[in-house]
């Protein structure tokens, strides 16, 4: 049985159809990259995935499980984090709280422990601050715990975010461009990054992304989208060989 399975996954905004009949079998600690135009449906099936939208119809499992119709958060807590091609932590937070507050997803104390201070509170909270610091010492942010997130510089933003999707303690990662912005060095830092992940966690990865370098250099297979539908998938050297890829997405001097 497939880690994540998708099936026969469209949305439709109005008369608009952003994504018609997706389909996706992803096994554990695969490494898959969902590439195409912009407006393509990438995103949309990211958000799918996590609940933020409800399909038009279709659905998708994980380990089994139908996640149709769950919360974003219930869908986190089954075991789907992602991070956003638009960052998103809570800002006025320091570094440490935002891989912090993620741990709560798995924390099993009732509420009244905490408003009564009894031990399980203290010993729980121990763990998700002990938690944090192996997470932000892993990606290089342990200096900078104190720091409000919107004052790191670009690239460590990015990593934060990561962390704090990890802080999860997901089985599928989901990955919405994360090289955006960055130089060609810390491009080839964040494959580094990307491929150590996912041996380290036990990930499987899904990633979206606009870099051709990187989905070509760290994917084991690609899918590719344009509006709203599959027109290829494989191997990255059948990919930049699809005649369709080059003409909708690729060009021939990419190639």
């Known amino acids: 049985?497939?880690?994540?399975?998708?099936?026969?996954?469209?949305?439709?905004?109005?008369?608009?159809e952003a994504l018609k009949n997706f389909e996706l079998s992803l096994e554990k600690k695969e490494l898959v990259g969902l590439i195409?135009?912009?407006?393509?449906?990438?995103?949309?099936?990211f958000n799918?995935?996590?609940?933020v939208y409800k399909p038009t119809s279709g659905t998708f499992y994980l380990e089994g499980k139908c996640l149709l119709?769950?919360?974003?958060?219930?869908?986190?807590?089954?075991?789907?984090?992602?991070?956003?091609?638009?960052?998103?932590?809570?800002?006025?937070?320091?570094?440490?709280?935002?891989?912090?507050?993620?741990?709560?997803?798995?924390?099993?104390?009732?509420?009244?422990?905490?408003?009564l201070r009894l031990p399980s509170y203290f010993k729980y909270e121990r763990r998700m601050s002990q938690r944090a610091y192996e997470l932000l010492e892993i990606f290089?942010?342990?200096?900078?715990?104190?720091?409000?997130?919107?004052n790191l510089p670009y690239g460590e933003q990015r990593r934060l975010e990561i962390a704090r999707a990890l802080a999860a303690k997901p089985k599928v990662?989901?990955?919405?461009?994360?090289a955006a912005g960055m130089n060609p060095l810390e491009t080839k830092e964040l494959m580094n990054l990307i491929?150590?992940?996912?041996?380290?966690?036990?990930?499987?990865?899904?990633?979206i992304e606009h870099d051709m370098s990187l989905v070509m250099g760290i994917c084991e297979r690609i899918i590719v989208l344009d509006h709203g539908e599959i027109i290829a998938q494989g191997t990255p050297e059948e990919i930049k060989r699809n005649p369709r890829?080059?003409?909708a997405y690729l060009g021939e001097e990419a190639v």
């Not at 990662?173 to 994360?178: H, S, V, Y």
Request: hydrophobic fraction near 45%; proline fraction near 4%; charge should be neutral.
């Open 140 to 150: 290089n942010l342990l200096d900078k715990k104190d720091e409000l997130a919107k």
């Open 245 to 247: 890829v080059i003409g």
């Open 173 to 178: 990662l989901l990955l919405d461009e994360p």
């Open 36 to 45: 195409g135009p912009n407006g393509a449906g990438k995103t949309t099936v």
């Open 195 to 207: 491929s150590w992940i996912r041996e380290e966690f036990n990930l499987t990865i899904l990633l």
């Open 1 to 16: 049985m497939a880690l994540l399975e998708v099936k026969q996954l469209s949305k439709t905004f109005g008369g608009l």
């Open 48 to 51: 799918l995935l996590t609940g």
């Open 69 to 115: 119709g769950l919360k974003p958060h219930q869908i986190t807590s089954c075991g789907i984090a992602r991070t956003f091609q638009n960052i998103r932590l809570f800002g006025d937070l320091s570094v440490f709280d935002n891989v912090r507050v993620a741990n709560h997803w798995y924390s099993s104390y009732p509420v009244a422990n905490a408003v």
